[in-house]
Every structure is written in structure tokens, then in C-alpha cells.
């Protein structure tokens, strides 16, 4: 029995020796296998940062100049390109410790980037214009006025080469304008004008005095002096004082002038009040004058026929003035957050990867820098990156937003760029570098002097000493020293954007005594609260709510001694900005949602 039970506990002991032998080379297995697995995952995400990296230095490369990056020296990534129509296909293979991770993506041939052709109007309306101000253009060459509505101008306009308008035009004050041309009628007061062309009526009074001028309706004539006269419609001649050159028309003709008139051809009728003026006239109807003024001479010709070609209507490009089209280019793109936070989203800036931050303090308790995260007090809670905007001091702050979206900007400077924001925005005292672009509203306010990117160029936006290394790569070359110009730095203000199909905003309000260096875009209404000075083009779109444009103080147009970086005729079509390629090169487009990870 002894022996018996000495065999059963010694082979209950070899039992559990064995399991626990099992157990132990179980736990070690694993323990190896998770090993295994955490040094596989390193080597992973090693690989694929490698490999995410190549991409995107070759997708820069590709949208900025088209050429296509080789692979690194010691490779850490490799990258292939495969043609695919008008498509590229880009692979990228991070290489990590004997493991790679492979990533694709899709670009789009552009081509070679074109801008879009240059205004021709120094400004262009559309909606009635009312001037009882004064609009003065400086150095325009062939300035042009145009307004898609009714002009009235009872203020001065000075410089101006061309005004044409869709509505009628009426001027009351004493202007020189070159060509005046209207849809409707034109009503001229005072002024001196060399080509008047009315699709409607023309009448003058006063002291109007025109070199040439044509309609296809009626013209009452009632100014010192008009050179030409050419008028489908009847002419009517009711100052006693006028004197007419040439006339002809496909109407009658009446005059109470006792001035000379050099030549008549009427196909109608002729009547001629009082004793009348000097007048060689051929008419196809009956005459009517003071026979014993031997001055008047008068063939009759029935049937008579006076060729006139009639006039055309004046057309307008209309524009379209759309903010939601600026954002890929923004260097600078503002948001606010349910919570009240300021989002900011940097692109194409040095020092800086693209991406989204925060506006909060850094370190030092300082406002206005940029950081990934920051706690409920607005105090960044990881390392800051780069500064945002001065405001009076280092403790003050320079942007505030409201719950309804109104940004107010108020201190001493902005980091350069082109800069967007999500909603109002009322820009306050300061210097800006800065090309302003606002899905609302845009209304400027106290000292607030305004320069748009194109205009400063280089020493403002690429070597600034307020924002040392923090700079648009896509406009600054700070190895060659040289600045890229593209469409868009050339807008100092632009408002206004579609939401759902509906115009939200648009309205530019031009604080007192503002000076504008770029163009003034306003997608609805633009007007102006004092003496305004803006050295570049306009253009107001009246694409939102209805109103008419009331300029009641000064406006100049000041284009002399532009710099060279500032092409006031191009602001862009809103896609995003390219660094001019290699001649014969292309450039592309990432195609969206065509990133494949881990590929392979």
C-alpha cells in the first residue's frame, strides 16, 4: 500500500512540474511574441512617417513647380511616379530597420498657371452710384469708370478718361470726362466732354460744352457748345446762346438760337424761332424760319435719307466675388470654436507646419501666439510656434471674436499675409502687411493703415522684423532674395461670400481718412466716411442685399509710383497661388481622397 501511494504522489509531482513547465514556456512565448509585436509597431510607424514624409515633399514639389523630388540619401524613403493620363500616381516607401510601409496618392496635371487678364476699369460698380463727394484718379492711363446701374454726379470727377454706364447718367457739377457713354439717357448740367453717347435722350443746359456727340433717342440741346450732334430722335435747340457745329439727324430739327449752326441734314421737318443764327441746312420735310435772314439757307431734298448707324449697348463683365474661393490660399484662416476659442489655420508659412492651432499665451504669459492646445484661461498648454499678431503690449491682446462671429482687430501689426476670416471683421489701429479677405463684412476703423502683400513685397513681408523667419514660402525666396507676385496679394480688402446659395456680406465701410495700399473688393456695397485715398483698383459687386453706393466725402485713386510687385489689374481668380515654374514645366493638383495608406 506504501509503495502504492509513493508512485501516485510522485506522479502527481511530475504532473505539476509539467504543467508548470508548460505554463512557464507559455509565459514566455508570449512575453517574446509581445516583444516581437512592440518593436514590429515601431518599425511600422517608423516606416510610414518616413514614408507620409516623402509624400509630402514630393506633393510640394509637385504643386509648386512640377518637378518630381528623387529619393533621400541615406533612404529613408523612396519615391516612384507613375503616369496615369492626365494624372500622376506618387508612391512613397519608408524604410525603417528592414521594414517598409508604402503610401499613394493622385495628383492632377494644372498646367502651366495663367492669371486671369487684367482689369481695364480703375473702378466698376454695379448698382446706382450717387456722388455728391468728388472721385480723383492720379496717374490712370486711359482711366475708366463703369457702373452697372444709374450714375448721378453732383460732386467733382477728376482723372477719369471714360465713364459708361448701364443706367442713365446725370451730372451736375463741372466735370472733364472724355467719353461718356449710357444705356439710357444722359443728362449733362456743367462739364466739358469729347464723346457723349446716349442709347437714350441727351439733354444739356449750361455751360456743357461737347466735342462729339450721338444718340438714339431725342436731343435737347440747352449748353454753350456742342461740336457734333448726331440723334435718330428730333433735336431741339432751346438756348438762345448755343452754338452747334454739325447736325444731323433722322428727325426734325427745331432751334431758338440766333448762334451760328454750320451744317443741318434732316430728314424732317425744320423750324427755326425768332430771327435764328447763320445755318446751311438740307432737310426732307417742310421750313420754317425768318426768310428774311438771308444767313438762312435751306435745301429741300424729299425723301431725304441721313445714314446713321445706331448706337450698342454697353456691356459689363459681371464679377463674381466669392471669399470661399481665397481660402486655399490664406496663410492665415480664422475660425471660432464652439467653445470661444480662436482657431487658426497656417499654410505655407516657414517655421511652421501646416496645420491647426490655437490662439492663446505661451510660456511667458505672452498673448497672441500660436500652440496646438491651450486650457480653459487660454494659456498654451504645449510649446508655441510662432507669433500671431503685436497688440499694445505683450499682455494685451490683438483679435477677439464675438458669439456672432465679429472679429475685431486692434493693436500694432499682423504677421504677414494673406489672411481670411470666418464671418465680420472690423480692423482697427495698426500697420497691416497683410491682404485681407472676410466671408461678411468689412468695416475699418481709427489709425488702421492697410498694405496689401503684392504692395510691400519683399522688405514687409519677408524680411519683417517683427516676425523674424516667419514668412510665406510661397511668396518669399529668401536664398535669392527675390519676391513672387501672385493674383491675389494684390487685394488689400475683399468681402463677402456665398453660404448655401444665399450672398452673405459684402459691405466695405472705409473708415475716415483711410489710405488703402491694393484693391478694394466689395462683393455688395462699398462706402467711404471721410477723406479715402486707395492706391489701387475698385470693384463693388452688388451681388448681396440691394443699395445703392453713397460717397459723400473724397475718393482718390492714387496709381502713381506703384511698385513693381503691384499689378492693380489682376486680382485673381481665387485659386490657390503658385510659385512660377521652370518654362515648359507643369504643375498639379492633389486630387482629394486619394491618399492609400500602407499600400503595399
Wanted: contains cysteine; aromatic residues 6%.
Amino acid at each position: 500500500m506504501k509503495t502504492q501511494r509513493g508512485a501516485a504522489t510522485l506522479l502527481l509531482v511530475m504532473s505539476l512540474l509539467a504543467l508548470i513547465s508548460l505554463v512557464l514556456l507559455y509565459t514566455s512565448r508570449h512575453v517574446l511574441i509581445e516583444h516581437f509585436n512592440a518593436q514590429a509597431q515601431h518599425k511600422y510607424h517608423q516606416a510610414l512617417g518616413y514614408a507620409e514624409e516623402g509624400m509630402r515633399i514630393a506633393g510640394k514639389a509637385l504643386e509648386t513647380d512640377g518637378s518630381r523630388p528623387a529619393s533621400t540619401t541615406p533612404q529613408h524613403y523612396t519615391l516612384s511616379y507613375q503616369e496615369e493620363g492626365e494624372q500622376l500616381r506618387v508612391t512613397s516607401h519608408g524604410h525603417f530597420d528592414g521594414y517598409s510601409v508604402a503610401v499613394q496618392q493622385r495628383f492632377a496635371l494644372v498646367g502651366d498657371p495663367t492669371p486671369p487678364p487684367p482689369s481695364e476699369s480703375v473702378l466698376q460698380i454695379h448698382n446706382d452710384l450717387n456722388l455728391s463727394g468728388a472721385i480723383n484718379i492720379i496717374g490712370g492711363k486711359d482711366a475708366k469708370l463703369k457702373v452697372d446701374g444709374d450714375v448721378t454726379l453732383n460732386g467733382s470727377v477728376k482723372g477719369i478718361d471714360t465713364l459708361l454706364a448701364t443706367g442713365n447718367i446725370t451730372i451736375g457739377g463741372n466735370q472733364t470726362v472724355n467719353v461718356l457713354g449710357a444705356n439710357g439717357n444722359i443728362t449733362l448740367r456743367n462739364g466739358h466732354y469729347q464723346r457723349v453717347s446716349a442709347m437714350g435722350n441727351l439733354q444739356t443746359r449750361d455751360s456743357a460744352t461737347i466735342v462729339r456727340a450721338q444718340t438714339n433717342g431725342t436731343a435737347n440741346i440747352g449748353s454753350t457748345r456742342v461740336d457734333t450732334l448726331i440723334a435718330i430722335g428730333n433735336v431741339a435747340v432751346t438756348n438762345g446762346g448755343s452754338s452747334l457745329g454739325e447736325v444731323e439727324t433722322q428727325g426734325s430739327f427745331s432751334s431758338r438760337t440766333s448762334r451760328p449752326i454750320s451744317s443741318l441734314k434732316a430728314e424732317h421737318n425744320l423750324e427755326i424761332e425768332g430771327w435764328g443764327g447763320q445755318l446751311n441746312a438740307t432737310i426732307g420735310g417742310e421750313a420754317s424760319y425768318n426768310r428774311n435772314n438771308k444767313d438762312i439757307k435751306v435745301r429741300i431734298e424729299p425723301g431725304l435719307q441721313v445714314p446713321i448707324t445706331p448706337l450698342t449697348p454697353i456691356t459689363l463683365q459681371k464679377h463674381k466675388v466669392d471669399a470661399n474661393d481665397y481660402q486655399q490660399q490664406a496663410h492665415y484662416l480664422f475660425r471660432r470654436l464652439s467653445d470661444g476659442k480662436i482657431q487658426v489655420q497656417v499654410r505655407a508659412i516657414h517655421g511652421i507646419d501646416d496645420g491647426l492651432y490655437l490662439l492663446g499665451r505661451n510660456q511667458n504669459n505672452h498673448e497672441n501666439y500660436l500652440c496646438q492646445k491651450t486650457d480653459s484661461n487660454g494659456r498654451c498648454t504645449t510649446p508655441s510656434v510662432g507669433r500671431l499678431c503685436r497688440g499694445y503690449s505683450d499682455y494685451n491682446t490683438c483679435l477677439t471674436v464675438s458669439q456672432t462671429g465679429v472679429w475685431t482687430l486692434a493693436g500694432n501689426s499682423l504677421a504677414p499675409g494673406l489672411v481670411w476670416f470666418d464671418g465680420d471683421l472690423q480692423a482697427g489701429n495698426g500697420r497691416y502687411y497683410n491682404s485681407f479677405i472676410a466671408s461678411g463684412n468689412i468695416k475699418t476703423m481709427d489709425n488702421h493703415q492697410v498694405y496689401a502683400v503684392n504692395y510691400i513685397a519683399y522688405p514687409g513681408v519677408c524680411s519683417n522684423n517683427d516676425y523674424p523667419g516667419q514668412y510665406p514660402t510661397d511668396y518669399c525666396n529668401t536664398q535669392s532674395q527675390q519676391f513672387n507676385s501672385h493674383a491675389s496679394g494684390n487685394i488689400a480688402y475683399l468681402a463677402g461670400s456665398y453660404q448655401d446659395s444665399q450672398y452673405k456680406g459684402g459691405d466695405i465701410m472705409l473708415g475716415s481718412s483711410s489710405t488703402v495700399h491694393g484693391n478694394v473688393i466689395a462683393g455688395n456695397t462699398l462706402n467711404s466716411g471721410g477723406r479715402t485715398v486707395i492706391k489701387g483698383y475698385v470693384t463693388v459687386a452688388n451681388q448681396g442685399a440691394s443699395g445703392d453706393n453713397n460717397w459723400g466725402a473724397s475718393t482718390t485713386i492714387d496709381l502713381t509710383n506703384l511698385p513693381d510687385s503691384f499689378k492693380p489689374g489682376d486680382s485673381g481668380s481665387g485659386q490657390p497661388p503658385l510659385t512660377p515654374p521652370v518654362a515648359g514645366e507643369k504643375v498639379y493638383r492633389v486630387v482629394q481622397g486619394s491618399w492609400i495608406d500602407h499600400a503595399e
